[in-house]
Structures are given as C-alpha cells and as structure tokens.
C-alpha cells in the first residue's frame, strides 16, 4: 500500500484475522494507522528491558467501563437485527512481546506499541455470553471520547466488507482477466465507483428510506426511465431501490432476503441500458424528422 501522502492518515480496520505481529509490525513501518480486533492474548512486556508485564485479554478485562454507548448489529442467520448496550473501557499503552519465529526466539524482535479498548455487552450469569470485542490501536488512548472513536471506527468494518462484496461479486472484479498490474489498477478503480454507489444506495434505503427519491443517486433521466419502466411512481429511496432490484430480477416476495450485489448491479447495469435504449431512440426520431 505504501505510506500515505503528506498531511494524511490511513486507517487500516480489520477483524482478527488481522492480529498478525508482522502485520502490526507493517502498518507503523509504512506510517499507517490500525484498529484491529485481537484474536491472541499475546504476552505484554515493559522497557527497554522488556520485562514481562502481564497478558493482553488479563489487562484489558480487569479496566473498569468508563462509558456507555448503542449499536445496531445488523441481522445474520439465525440471529435477527438489534440493538445493544455496550460498555466501553481501555487501558494504559501496551507493548506487545514479538512472538516466536523461525531463527528468532520468543521476545527476540522489537515489541510493538498499541493502545487497547475493549468493547462488550453485559449479560446476566445464565445468558448465553454477549458481544466483546479487545481492539488494538495505533492512537494513543486518554479518555472515553477517544475510546469510543476507535470503536466507531472498528464497526466501519461492516460497511467496508459490503464495498469490497460489492466490487468482488457484485461487479465481478476478481473475475477480470487483465495480465498487468497497471490494467487491473485502472478497472478496479473504475468499477469502484459503482460499488459505491451500489452500497450507497442500500445504505440509504436502511437508514432513510422515506427520503426523497431524488436523494437516490440516479440521475434524473435514469429516474424517469425506472418510474416508466415499474410503472410506479418511485416517490422514496427505497422504492427506488426495489424498483432497481427488481429490474435485476429480485421478486420482492415475502419469504425473499434483501437483494444481493449480483441483482443490484444487473439492474445497475439493464437501466443504464434502457436510458442508452431511449437515447438511441430520440436521436433516431430527431433524423427522421429532419429527413
């Protein structure tokens, strides 16, 4: 990725798949930011000296919460949407012990600095355990403002994953056959432009679907066209995302999911078609009149 250009700050957000020492390692090497869920209770170390210092999940669960703060999970199989009620604390700065590696003992390497917040929901003794999450951070943390900013930024993660589904099956950029790096960049960069709007336009219908119809990032003629197409007057975001998707063949019927990216960007893709369609159309009257 390289380091990011002056004045600018990239935050790479990942799941703990992430929680890799040479990944960590990485990120402060190129000067970029991270907040990454933590999959191993790595051993802690203090100084120059690295002396043991305690484990990572042992910390961050003995720091009492510090705020409150509400989240809306979004459904999953067999776990519906809700909302929750999550408590929030973090921790002084660790320092995180360099694992072992071949040719290299436990500790050899430098440690890697973080801040840890930790993030969870309080269940009763018989429930079944609830949401927690222990994320690792570039920034320093001192105060609840900053822990819950990094944990804002943790639950972006959702939103970047349905960009990246988006652009992979949706548009099917995994699928192009370019042979040079350079081709691939380019295509990639366009088609994520549509991916965008695509996420942009469910986002919508989820969060404000009684917003005006306009507001869904069609462009008038494009919005003329799917309103004489559905034969329905569109008035709101979300009709205009049902309409959209049932152009790309999703049914709309009571036991069907939501649209997936496929039937998004074919209906994407069949509207822009029909617009090209009434274009064609309208040049070829206008000749016909001239003659």
């Not at 002056?6 to 970029?32: F, K, N, P, S």
């Not at 907040?35 to 100084?47: K, T, Y």
């Not at 999940?57 to 809700?82: D, I, M, W, Y």
């Not at 709007?197 to 869904?216: F, N």
Request: proline share 7%; aromatic share 6%.
């Amino acid at each position: 990725m390289g380091r990011p250009p002056a004045g600018t700050r990239w935050v790479v957000v990942a799941d703990r798949g992430a929680d890799i020492y040479e990944h960590l390692q990485q990120c402060q090497a190129q000067g970029l930011g991270f907040v990454v869920r933590a999959a191993q209770d790595r051993a802690l170390v203090a100084g120059l000296a690295k002396t043991p210092a305690g484990h990572l999940f042992e910390l961050a669960r003995t720091q009492p919460s510090v705020g409150t703060f509400s989240l809306a999970l979004r459904g999953r199989p067999r776990q519906p949407a809700r909302e929750v009620k999550l408590q929030i604390s973090f921790s002084p700065p660790v320092a995180l012990r360099a694992p072992q590696r071949p040719g290299g003992a436990t500790g050899k390497g430098e440690p890697v600095p973080a801040s840890l917040v930790r993030v969870w929901e309080e269940t009763g003794p018989d429930a079944a355990p609830g949401l927690e999450w222990l994320l690792l951070g570039d920034q320093p943390i001192t105060d609840v403002a900053q822990a819950l900013t990094c944990a804002r930024q943790y639950t972006s993660r959702w939103l970047i994953e349905d960009f990246h589904k988006a652009l992979k099956t949706g548009l099917g950029a995994e699928k192009l056959q370019l042979q040079t790096a350079a081709r691939l960049f380019a295509a990639v960069a366009l088609l994520s432009v549509v991916a965008l709007a695509l996420v942009d336009l469910r986002e919508k219908s989820r969060l404000e679907p009684d917003a005006p119809a306009e507001t869904a990032g069609l462009t008038d003629q494009e919005l003329r066209v799917l309103r004489r197409q559905s034969r329905r007057p569109l008035n709101t975001v979300r009709a205009v995302f049902l309409a959209l998707a049932a152009l790309g063949g999703h049914l709309g019927r009571t036991g069907d999911g939501p649209p997936g990216w496929q039937t998004l960007w074919l209906g994407r893709r069949t509207l822009r078609l029909l617009v090209e369609g009434v274009d064609l159309a309208a040049h070829l009257a206008g000749q016909l009149l001239a003659e």
